[in-house]
């Protein structure tokens, strides 16, 4: 893009071609085209030396529009952007050309500077996007020569996701791999019996690893709600439902899903999996066959995995007690065919999940036989399970352990020494623990905590701690636990867990938690991210004073229309950068609509400060972008309300803020006005 000297003009009218070189002339080699078709020919030949084209509406033989088609048939525009100059200011036209893809529209008759400006500014951000791109190049050839697979790449990413969840939900165990089983079980059955559904092997597989993803929204609901044990209020399930409308909105920010057919096939899932038949489901109510099959067949494995898996809010129910309740619609209705598809395939159903019960079944059983045998005994045990233990970190990096009460002592699988570089066995425990180095300090009391409460009952526990690697590296790791309880003694006999690095999947889940809460632009919160975070706030206050400001950016219109919508992104990303810096770190600030900035400045000394703040603020962003003809011509208004005296409550306070920088708008702009303050 630095190499591209040349800029393309495309007109029909001889004089404007002239005067429009004649501003560029200087800087770029010129070349011109009085109609569509010439111009499509010199882009075929230059499209690799040409920064930008201007490109006029009405023209003979082929129109802008046309070449506009034209150019992104071709994927032109993604390698140069183009300008349209026209005299009409018909809306719908403009709407028209921006769909296209133009990067701006310039009005005529044009002020010469302004355009001069515009077309610089949109050929320097094009320029700073294609370096951005080649830096995303060069990134993916590395890869590339690494021998990993952009499908294998895809995958991995999602099953990072889906696990981020599946550790959050902590007694999900393997349910994201058994809805995959049974969404397979269901498709292929439906196949064989429907001709009205036939999905081929590929469309299987694809459905199968898009259903994964059908709790991905769960990133986005609290922990004291996802684990919470027993039945969820009003309000929380509210908020647990709102899971499959945040899954969406995740997917739609996943770069990595190139495929639209995958894409779909995901979103459907994610959004409508607690669809049920008759309409009664959320988030849209949809009935029947408004609700996709591949939906249905998720939703139906979904309910059925929850009945007869273990969960921290109940128990896990026998197979023919899941099938008895999913039949008579205690789980919500479900389409008759599918249900009489899953009758005939309830063997197939138990033979899966009884493969999986009985390899728990057998490790429990040996673990209480062990905790009978002599000390000599069971590390002869123990050197047997170890050949176990071996293989299945390998497959799965987790590091399985056995703390024997009596003895106060640890011991862990194989793969232990490998990961932290020393003997898998700790002595005396309880003393021993901080001496540990592979063990961050602050973190030994969570391990007590955790070894207290299984001895204390039958309990199942689990905590995320953080442990030193060999390398010296700290990284986060989630510890399972759970007690071999002597029923007879009322005795705990051993703690059996693992240990599970999780520290990328932390790292992937807090990313995707900023990307639902931040503005993408600015990268401030977002307004329902803003809200959410100023009602936490005012619960914790007792009655301090504090402010919440409505900052709306004066005419920014103006800057739209003189500069590009690129342009005017850029200054908002520099406004959003200086309005932060002006606050404390225990401030909010949080992005509106448009051009609206919202702040909650809490425990402040007094209104005197809040006033100092607002003349501070009006005077950093007037005097923020001092650039070109923009020069000082940024000011805002500023409406503010104050908490208790305006109101208690976040959406009061928000509306009396709003009113007031309605006020001081219609008061003749850059000014402040608090709200009780204003004549009404």
Known sequence: MDQRKKILIVDDVKWNRIILKDLFVKSYEILEAENGEDALQVLEQEQNSIAIVLLDLVMPIMDGIDVLKAMSSKGMLMKMPVIVITASTEEEISLKIHELGAADVILKPFNFGIVKRRVENVIELYRYRYKLEETVRNQMREIENQDLQIRQSNLFIIDTLCTAVEFRDCESGQHIKRIRDITRMMLEALCDISEEYHFTREQIEVICNAAAMHDIGKIAIPDSVLNKPGPLTDEEFEIM?????????????????????????????????????????????????????????????????????????????????????????????????????????????????????????????????????????????????????????????????????????????????????????????????????????????????????????PNKTRGRIRLRLQDGRLEWFEAWASSIWDKEHSTCLQVVGKIVDIHELKEESEHWKQRIFRDRLTNLYNKEAFRDKVIEKLESMHKELSAIFFIDIDEFKWVNDHFGHAYGDEVLKLLAKRIKHCFRESDIVGKGNGDEFLVFMGNVANEEVVEKKLIHIMEVIHNAYRQHEINGKITASIGVALYPLDGEAYDVLIRKADQAVFYAKSNGRNRYDFFKNIKR
């Not at 990595?256 to 994610?270: L, P, R």
């Open 241 to 457: 439902k709102t899971h499959s409308v945040k899954g969406c909105e995740i997917l739609e920010n996943l770069e990595f899903i190139n495929s639209e057919e995958y894409f779909q096939y995901c979103y459907d899932i994610c959004r409508y999996h607690h669809e049920r038949w008759d309409g009664r489901g959320y988030p849209d109510h949809l009935c029947e066959s408004q609700i996709p099959i591949w939906a249905q067949i998720v939703s139906l494995a979904d309910v059925y995995d929850a009945l007869v898996s273990e969960r921290v809010y109940k128990k896990a129910c026998t197979h023919e007690k899941a099938m008895e309740m999913i039949i008579n619609g205690e789980c919500g209705a479900f389409n008759p065919l599918l249900l009489e598809r899953m009758k005939e395939m309830e063997e197939k159903l138990k033979a899966a999940y009884k493969t999986t019960e009985s390899n728990e079944v057998l490790r429990r059983d040996s673990v209480r036989k062990q905790s009978h045998q002599t000390p000599d005994q069971l590390l002869q045990m123990m050197e047997k399970e170890k050949t176990q233990y071996q293989v299945l970190p390998k497959n799965n990096g987790e590091i399985f352990y056995i703390y024997q009460v009596q003895e106060d002592r640890i011991l862990f699988s194989e793969n232990f020494q490998e990961m932290f570089g020393q003997e898998g066995k700790i002595e005396n425990v309880k003393d021993n623990l901080k001496k540990y180095a592979f063990v961050y300090k602050e973190d030994t009391k969570i391990v007590h905590t955790m070894i207290k409460i299984c001895k204390d009952g």
